[in-house]
């Protein structure tokens, strides 16, 4: 292993590409930049890719091409970098040679994830405090495919769309709206105003996420952090808090796993109801 592919990406993120805001302005990845570009929601700047160190020049293929026809299409501008050059400026362990540096993503009043929601009831993630950006990453990805509607994370001491988060989406951050909140219990207690049911997971839990019965209401999901799970006042500001049942020798999940055991619970029972 050599010492580049050695180093955490979530402390070269903090120390190369911190987002001021709520990020997703560098996105690195075939899958997370063809659906950027596929997409359309925001303006593209630049699409870099690395010069193929084969010595016969042939075009792309797959992913790649597509991403390349579809930087023409739309008149972004590409550059081809070399290997090296690449490498260097490359944020995330595995960028798959492409690059795309984009319009940061819009960030959403609270009550808009609520009222704005096209063809349904809203059907929230919220994230307490988790502060690995491909765990929010891989969260935001199946989010989007069990079909929740809006996700907020928490201003600070949190991980934002950075691109190790981006890259892990896998394109889902075009396709959610997402707010930040300056703390997560006074965002549950306004969710609460708006008439938004709030399903905490924590372990302690004495009722199961199976046993929780959503049908058509508006819901949030919450889920706490990698250390520590649902903060305490978190936990206090939910309507009902719900554990996933554990079978093995381990006590926990990740919170990428939480999320995606929770969200697809909720998408069943919508199912049903």
Request: glycine share 8%.
């Amino acid at each position: 292993m050599t010492r580049r592919a050695s180093q955490n990406p979530q402390r070269r993120e903090r120390r190369g590409h911190r987002p001021a805001g709520l990020g997703g302005d560098r996105v690195e990845g075939r899958q997370a930049v063809r659906e950027l570009l596929l997409a359309g929601n925001r303006r593209v700047h630049e699409v870099l890719v690395a010069a193929s160190s084969s010595k016969t020049s042939q075009r792309p293929s797959g992913i790649m091409a597509e991403i390349l026809d579809l930087a023409a299409e739309l008149r972004v501008p590409i550059k081809e970098l070399s290997r090296a050059k690449f490498d260097n400026i490359a944020v995330t362990e595995a960028p798959q040679g492409v690059i795309a540096n984009a319009a940061p993503l819009v960030v959403h009043d609270l009550a808009d994830l609520v009222r704005n929601v096209s063809g349904g009831v809203p059907f929230l993630l919220v994230l307490d405090g988790v502060t690995d950006p491909v765990n929010v990453g891989a969260a935001l990805r199946t989010a989007e495919c069990a079909g929740v509607t809006g996700v907020v994370l928490a201003r600070h001491r949190a991980a934002h769309v950075t691109p190790s988060a981006a890259k892990a989406a896998a394109g889902a951050i075009e396709h959610i709206s997402m707010a930040l909140v300056g703390g997560i219990p006074n965002a549950l207690a306004r969710l609460s105003e708006l008439g938004v049911w709030t399903v905490g997971l924590d372990i302690a839990a004495s009722n199961t996420i199976y046993e929780v019965s959503v049908s058509s209401e508006a819901v949030a999901l919450v889920v706490g952090s990698e250390g520590r799970g649902l903060s305490r006042l978190a936990r206090q500001r939910c309507d009902v808090v719900a554990a996933i049942p554990l079978f093995g020798r381990l006590n926990s999940l990740n919170a990428a796993a939480a999320t995606a055991v929770g969200c697809f619970e909720i998408a069943r029972n919508r199912l049903r109801n």
